[in-house]
């Protein structure tokens, strides 16, 4: 009888040191699992910063570009036109000057030539105006511009990691 019971109790000893082996095995298994899925989680989330974040640059430095070709290209084309226009109303304005004050009222040619560069200072003076106005202008567009660009991106970028952060953690909480 003794010794049905000596090996009643070794055999529930072995069962015993079986399930705490089973136990250590599942609590190892579950261990790896959530390190695992953490290891990938954060990759994950890494992987898509970057992305994110090196779409942001390129966006925002094609955008800076592509506002400063524009600006350059708006400048250049006004002050052409300005200097254009100065040119016409400056010949006009002479021709004008010389037969109306030489022929119609034979004035002397000092007084000619005095109005001549009254004429021609008063119509550079104007151009430079309009041509620091439109500079102005063009400038305050621009910063307002790549201003606005920037904030954008810079929400669609936070509101991208947070999703991605979100979702994340819900997947793993999930699996785990």
Known sequence: MIIIILIILIILLLLAVAAAV?????????????VVVVVVVVVVVVVVVVVVVVVVVVVVVVVVVVV?????????????VVVVVVVVVVVVVVVVVVV??????EVEV?????????V???????????????VVVVVVVVVVVVVVVVVVVVVVVVVVVVVVVVVVVVVVVVVV
């Not at 089973?22 to 959530?34: G, H, K, Q, Y």
Request: hydrophobic residues 95%.
């Open 68 to 80: 400063v070709v524009v600006v350059v290209v708006v400048v250049v084309v006004v002050v052409v």
């Open 100 to 105: 109306v004050v030489v022929v119609v009222v």
């Open 110 to 118: 000092v007084v000619v030539v005095v109005v001549v560069v009254v």
């Open 22 to 34: 089973v136990a250590v095995v599942v609590v190892i298994v579950v261990v790896v699992e959530v």
């Open 120 to 134: 021609v200072v008063v119509v550079v003076i104007i151009a430079k105006v309009i041509v620091e106005v439109v």
